[in-house]
């Protein structure tokens, strides 16, 4: 085990720097405020080195140990790696001073990953702070992208928004194009959809039903050169949808005839839909996938179904993507708010569902 301490102005960057030199799996033994001119933060880290595997051991010459020594060995290295996995996962969070303890539990309640709320508890005095961190902070995850121009908003160059909804099976893409659609058609807008067929049972029977019961037309194409068509077809239509059918997204295929719809050149706006209700590890790791593709806003689903809805927060700070809207039932039409980040940070800080 090696041991060392840090020193830096506060504690993120000393943990920051405790990850460099020691990997990840180092852990915090200690942490220390340091007062005087110039206050510093005192850290110390230890790592566990990996072990040689047992057959080192055996064949050593310079000992001669019989197989109960060996095996009384390996129990005691095995409850010693036990134990610093425990301290590893109880975290550098106890050796916070009881006001941000509490901040850092409170965040992680909300599934907040631990390092932002590290960083979090850094920024805020109190928790009644936490509100506006987290909104600035999601405020500048939009500042990555062109400003979103509202749902209908149209972009300068283009006459009409054509937009492409993807994202994992079952997420809720065809039921969310069909509360866009209803909601544009209020609006007083021209409206059609496309429906990208890849042969799923029920999934174009699916939007054909919703198209119908909203009153508009829908096309169905199979491929990319299908879309060109569709889409000067539709000339006279401000408001294109298009339905794609969730796929795993390991799936290279998958993945590869998404692409080619962006080969066309059309100016196509990329909503990525993910479930508020997953497991955050899952999410992040979809959006690795879909991340590959030109991602220009998330949007969550079934956001009434979440306990917890700190993985928003995450997905946005760290893929610095904003949020289109988030869904809120299975009502069509309805169960659709276009939220400003205040409005986010709320529903991320509150506990239980809604
Ligand atoms: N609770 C809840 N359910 C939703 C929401 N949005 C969609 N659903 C439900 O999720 C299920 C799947 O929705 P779909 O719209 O078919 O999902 P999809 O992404 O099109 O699925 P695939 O086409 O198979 O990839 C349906 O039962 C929807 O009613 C939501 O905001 N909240
Ligand atoms: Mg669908």
Redesign the pocket.
């Known amino acids: 085990m090696k041991v060392k301490k840090f020193q830096a102005k506060n504690f993120t960057e000393a943990l920051a720097n405790v990850k460099k030199e020691l990997g990840e799996d180092a852990i915090i033994i200690s942490s220390e405020d340091r007062k005087g001119t110039r206050p510093y933060v005192e850290v110390t880290a230890a790592v566990d080195y990996d072990i040689e595997p047992s057959g080192n051991l055996n064949c050593s010459p310079a000992y001669s140990t019989s197989n109960s020594d060996i095996v009384e060995l390996k129990n005691e290295m095995k409850n010693l790696r036990e134990s610093i996995e425990i301290m590893r996962n109880s975290g550098c969070e106890l050796t916070l001073p009881a006001e941000r303890k509490k901040m850092f539990y409170f965040l992680r309640e909300r599934s907040i990953k631990d390092e932002y709320a590290l960083s979090l508890v850094e920024r805020a005095h109190a928790i009644e702070d936490l509100e506006t961190i987290i909104t600035d902070d999601m405020s500048s995850s939009r500042l990555f992208n062109t400003s979103y121009s509202g749902i209908w908003g149209m972009s300068s160059r283009y006459n009409k928004r054509i937009i492409m909804l993807i994202?994992p099976?079952?997420?809720?893409?065809?039921?969310?194009v069909a509360k866009l659609a209803s909601k544009a058609l209020k609006e007083g807008k021209r409206v059609a959809v496309i429906g990208v067929d890849t042969f799923?049972i029920g999934?174009i029977e699916?939007i054909r039903i919703y198209s119908k019961m909203i009153g508009i037309p829908l096309d169905v194409i199979s491929d990319a050169q299908d879309l060109k068509k569709s889409i000067r077809k539709y000339n006279d239509r401000d408001i294109l949808l298009i339905?794609t059918?969730?796929q795993n997204p390991r799936d290279d295929n998958y993945i590869r005839s998404l692409k080619d719809i962006y080969k066309t050149g059309l100016p196509i706006e990329t909503q990525l839909?993910l479930s508020a209700s997953s497991d955050c590890d899952f999410l992040m790791e979809t959006y690795k996938h879909y991340g590959t593709l030109p991602v220009d806003y998330i949007a969550f689903?079934?956001?009434?179904?979440a306990v917890k809805l700190g993985s928003i927060y995450n997905l946005c700070r760290t893929y610095k993507k904003p949020v289109a809207y988030i869904?809120?039932?299975?009502k069509v039409p309805g169960?659709i708010e276009f939220v400003d980040n205040k409005k986010l940070t709320n529903l991320i800080l509150r506990t239980g569902s809604a």
């Open positions: 994202g099976t079952g997420v809720g893409k065809t039921t969310t799923k999934a699916q339905d059918t969730g839909l689903t079934k956001t009434d179904e869904t809120t039932g299975q169960n």
